[in-house]
């Protein structure tokens, strides 16, 4: 049984040491599981596909200030629609009939009634039309809104790109966590096999009944149970961590328990609800929309006051049949200016609501400041509540280490009942798992708080 006793203890004593002496660093492991999510993750992916959207349409914003050129070709063949009878004949040749007799000649023609369809039949333009805008308000502030609209997504981007670094950690942590009570859970299955033993070797020598190891064996069977929860939890955590990552769900994950045991920083609410108004990305998000309504606004106000301007013109070929010949050239140009006289009061209505959206989000601002805030301190008093559970698992385990020396000296000199023994021994095997999964809560704990920081 002594080899039982010192199997139980030294893992707890190596956790304590790790603890004490292990400072907080990045993990390596982790910074390239959170570089491969960063890069592979199908929701970011999404983000800066968004994100790329948003830049083409400031691209497409500043082409409108250049002029366009087009070319157009087009042939028309047409037949029968309507059409409208000119009477040319009946008008003229009544007058061509008395010239003709007047000059005893036949010098003027008769001419016969024509028939017009509206429908022009056989006939082709080809032409190059330019078109230029000289000035238009719309033009400069919608690029102003489409630029802000872009800063917005990209802190957006910015934000989901942080959030999910919390998420990779969080996922990561959680399966270290589960893997540690699985080492936990087979340790005391171990010095349940040596109880076993010790038990069956009392049964040969007449000291005990065989009940004692119909116990034993009970209280493995539970060990397995528990191991087997466990094994079940590590395969949905670690499914979980690479579809964070966008790897094969089954993909094996490699460990760095380090993390499990070092230190962490202690930290100040007031200081961390400062870094995180400074650093997080809602808040540059919501300038750039406040910014994007009040460009809105400018451009409303510009368009009821200022008319827009612009020249434009075309040449080309115009006639029935594609002949290009010099009745068909033509040229034309053109100089215009729009304003709107009367729009049934839409555009003061769009100003209103432009001014309206950006009281709005100085609204929201306000209330995020506010939401975030509380969620920092929500999250450090989590911390520290986390913390101090750790420490009472601590002073648990320690008390029940020693009480497990005591008893386990007691049951080998036969003084102690098996049920005080395995009441013991169960005793430790809780505060340990107490132990670690208070720490692990610790390390969870510090994540979310870094993560509500901007940290």
């Not at 400031?58 to 037949?79: G, M, V």
């Not at 000119?86 to 009544?94: H, K, R, T, V, W």
């Amino acid at each position: 049984m002594k080899q039982s006793t010192s199997l139980l203890l030294i893992p707890a004593l190596l956790f304590f040491c790790l603890a004490k002496t292990v400072q907080a660093q990045p993990s390596p492991i982790l910074e390239e599981y959170i570089k491969s999510g960063l890069a592979n993750n199908l929701a970011l992916q999404q983000q800066n596909l968004d994100l790329r959207k948003a830049r083409e349409a400031i691209r497409q914003s500043k082409s409108l200030f250049y002029p366009t050129l087009q070319f157009n070709a087009s042939y028309t063949k047409a037949t029968g629609g309507r059409s409208i009878e000119f009477p040319i004949g009946n008008l003229l040749n009544p007058v061509s009939s008395t010239l003709n007799q007047i000059t005893q000649s036949s010098q003027f023609p008769t001419v016969s009634n024509e028939t017009i369809h509206f429908l022009p039949d056989n006939f082709q333009e080809t032409k190059v039309s330019f078109a230029y805008p000289l000035f238009n308000s719309d033009l400069r502030y919608n690029r102003e809104v489409k630029e802000h609209l872009y800063q917005s997504k990209a802190a957006q981007t910015a934000a989901y790109e942080h959030e999910l670094r919390y998420r990779i950690t969080d996922a990561y942590l959680q399966y270290l966590q589960s893997l540690e009570a699985e080492k936990i859970w087979q340790n005391s299955k171990t010095v349940l096999n040596e109880l076993r033993r010790f038990n069956e070797s009392l049964v040969k020598n007449n000291v005990a009944t065989k009940d004692i190891v119909a116990t034993a064996d009970y209280e493995l069977s539970k060990a397995d149970n528990e191991i087997f929860k466990l094994k079940s939890a590590q395969n949905t955590a670690r499914a979980y961590f690479n579809f964070l990552i966008n790897k094969d769900l089954q993909s094996d994950v490699s460990i760095d328990t380090a993390l499990l045991h070092a230190t962490v920083p202690a930290y100040q609410p007031e200081e961390l609800i400062r870094q995180a108004i400074n650093n997080r990305q809602e808040f540059s998000a919501l300038r750039a929309g406040q910014a994007a309504a009040e460009t809105a606004i400018k451009l409303n106000d510009a368009n009821r006051k200022i008319p827009d301007f612009y020249i434009g013109g075309e040449a080309g070929f115009q006639g029935y049949g594609y002949k290009f010949n010099g009745d068909q050239p033509y040229a034309l140009a053109r100089i215009g200016m729009t304003y709107d006289l009367f729009d049934a009061g839409m555009r003061k209505s769009k100003t209103q609501e432009a001014r309206l959206e950006a009281e709005k989000i100085r609204s929201q601002y306000s209330e995020v400041q506010q939401q975030i805030a509380l969620q920092v301190t929500q999250a450090w008093n989590d911390f520290e509540a986390a913390r101090n559970s750790f420490n009472t698992a601590r002073t648990g385990l320690a008390a029940a280490e020693s009480t497990y020396k005591i008893v386990n000296n007691k049951y080998r000199a036969n003084q102690a009942l098996l049920i005080e023994y395995l009441d013991a021994q169960n005793r430790v095997t809780s505060a340990r798992l107490q132990m670690i999964l208070s720490w692990s809560d610790v390390l969870l704990r510090e994540a979310a708080l870094k993560n509500a920081a901007g940290l």
